[in-house]
């Protein structure tokens, strides 16, 4: 039996787009003689659609993609996920589906059972769950279909189970020769090998090969990274689908030949195609062709300089340099490096003098070495965000905001200032990760793209005299190892401690990260471009007003 990974990238409502992507691989696995094709979850209408799955018009024509879907499966079979009506008065309008289409025919459904509503997920508030199974039989083989979620409950690989039921074992002993599991599954660190791991090791235990087809691109902030794979009934992975790209390709299921062509290499690697990612999709899906952003000098900018000119093209980027009173001229030295090692365009738009006739205007206080003016340095911050908004306004050029997950999690950042922008970046990205991706970037490159200058510089917002962050926050090397086990383990101090942490520096940045007035400014962020569990923005909810406080 040849089967085909039918890898695509999708658009929330692009219906005819997507319908045309899923026809042409349709196309191309029958021109490779393919028996059957596989596409992600919620293929038609795009997984990460929301509250349109609750649009009385998008629910009356779940069907439609459907009908263009059907004819053009002569000769094969399709599994596409989609979204069908629940035809019961009660309960959610729609069922998460994947449709069986068999040489022109509708087959059936296999609807999702497992609803997950954690981290990102937010599936009961949309969908109806269907805990009925079937086997599809095709030319007598038997296909057991089930619908992402439904995979990932394996009693023997999980230590811990969120549900009680397994509708992959199910589906296994009512007899499939084949499990087909089509994914939305979006990507972690760590989470590319954790796929590899959990398909072999159902395959090889319960001795059926599976075919796994992952969605691919970036949607707002959450990047879906592919690495879809086939195993067979050894565990062995024959298909391995490319990361964070498209792809189709066709393989016979008992060739018996290992394939690892789509495994990433380093976590630095794997990080950097997702943002490069995020960013081409984020622009390109809502209609910009160019981008800018404020350049400082400083490694967190630099760095979503270069990913931005590998996602769009340099040509396409603008970085602005915006030097106050306190800039040093190793910050406008080392950017103008960038720029050239870049090939990217470039502005220079000093704000001394308006910073200057502002606290004249306002009589505030300079900022001294030592002397705390917060306004005044504030005002800095926010006078490059008006310049970069209103260059966004006058060109059409989508502003990316450049702070990094340690500040933005602490508040080290400015409301209408630095976090100004239609994309966060480096959101989830924290500061230590910041500067081996850069290192990264450089060593992929063979030579220095972002020179070491700026790499090895002391981290400072310049907003002050001799000003450096580890003035005002615990140098990064400490204080990374506690936000990353508090935002993607959901560690409790105790444990933090426990791992080998100073007490009071848990509590003192806990403290900040659960300050009210810091999750004000976090809810206030563009889409931030997601990498990790429990991520700033859609993958972690707090209020904002609460007594939390540790």
């Known amino acids: ?9 999708t658009t929330n409502g692009d219906i005819a787009g997507n319908v045309g992507k ?25 997984y990460t659609s929301q509250d349109w799955f609750q649009d ?45 289409i068999h040489d022109c025919q509708l087959v059936g459904y296999a609807d999702k059972t ?13 969908f109806e769950p269907n805990d009925t199974r079937r086997i599809f039989e095709i030319d007598g083989v038997k296909l057991g279909v089930v619908v992402c979620e439904d995979f990932w409950n394996d009693k023997t690989f999980w230590k811990e189970r969120l549900y009680d039921s397994d509708p992959t ?21 760590g989470k590319i090998k954790l796929r590899c791991d959990m398909v072999s090791h159902r395959a090889k235990r319960q001795q059926v090969p599976i075919v796994f087809v992952n969605l691919v691109g970036g949607n707002d902030g959450i990047i879906f990274d592919g690495a879809s794979l086939i195993a067979d009934e050894e565990g062995d992975i024959i298909l391995q689908a490319a990361a964070f790209e498209e792809f189709v390709e066709t393989v016979e299921l008992d060739c018996r030949k290992p394939d690892a062509r789509g495994i990433t290499g380093s976590e630095c690697e794997s990080i950097r195609q997702a943002l490069v990612l995020g960013i081409r999709d984020y622009a390109r899906k ?68 308006s910073f200057d006739t502002l606290v004249d205007q306002l009589d505030l206080r300079v900022p001294t070495k030592g002397g705390e003016s917060l306004a005044a340095e504030n005002i800095q911050s926010r006078l490059r965000g008006v310049i970069l908004m209103a260059i966004s306004n006058a060109e059409g ?38 500067w081996a991706i850069a290192g990264h970037v450089n060593e992929s490159a063979g030579r220095e793209i972002i020179p070491n200058k700026i790499i090895e510089k002391k981290p400072s917002a310049e907003l002050a005299p001799n000003q450096f962050d580890q003035d005002s926050l615990p140098p990064y090397e400490l204080m990374d190892p506690i936000l990353k086990m508090y935002f993607e383990t959901k560690s409790a101090p105790s444990e933090i401690i426990a791992a080998g942490n100073d007490a009071d520096l848990v509590y003192s940045i806990l403290n900040k990260v659960e300050h009210p007035a810091n999750e004000f400014k976090r809810q206030q962020l563009p889409p931030t471009l997601i ?20």
């Not at 497992?114 to 949309?126: A, G, H, I, K």
């Not at 074992?169 to 660190?189: F, L, Q, R, T, W």
């Open 286 to 353: 809502n209609g910009f062709q160019k981008v800018l952003l404020g350049l400082s000098g400083g490694i967190d900018s630099s760095l979503v300089a270069a990913l931005a000119c590998e996602a769009i093209g340099p040509e396409n980027v603008l970085c602005v340099m915006m030097p106050s009173p306190f800039s040093s001229d190793g910050s406008v030295k080392d950017s103008e490096e960038l720029i050239r090692n870049l090939g990217c365009e470039s502005r220079l738009e000093p704000i001394s003098d």
């Open 56 to 100: 009385a018009d998008i629910i009356a024509h779940a069907s439609d993609p459907l009908e263009t879907i059907i004819p053009e499966t002569k000769g094969i079979t399709a599994v596409v996920g989609t979204i069908r009506q629940n035809p019961d008065p009660n309960g959610r309008r729609l069922f998460n589906c994947a449709a069986v």
């Open 397 to 434: 050029r989508l502003l990316l905001s450049t702070g990094n997950k340690s500040e933005l999690a602490v508040g080290y950042c400015t409301l209408y200032g630095d976090t100004n922008g239609g994309l966060a970046v480096l959101g989830d990205v924290l500061k230590t990760e910041v």
């Open 531 to 550: 990498i990790s569990k429990n991520a700033i923005g859609v993958g972690r909810r707090r209020p904002i007003t609460h007594k939390y406080r540790r």
């Open 22 to 46: 899923i026809v042409d691989a349709i196309k191309k696995a029958k021109a490779e003689g393919s028996d059957l094709v596989v596409f992600p979850e919620l293929t038609t209408f795009g």
């Open 114 to 126: 497992l609803l997950p509503e954690y981290d990102v997920f937010d599936d009961p508030r949309y």
């Open 169 to 189: 074992d199910e589906v296994i002993g009512m007899g499939a020769d084949v499990v087909v599991s089509i994914n939305a599954s979006p990507y972690n660190k």
């Open 1 to 9: 039996m040849k089967v085909t990974i039918a890898q695509i990238n």
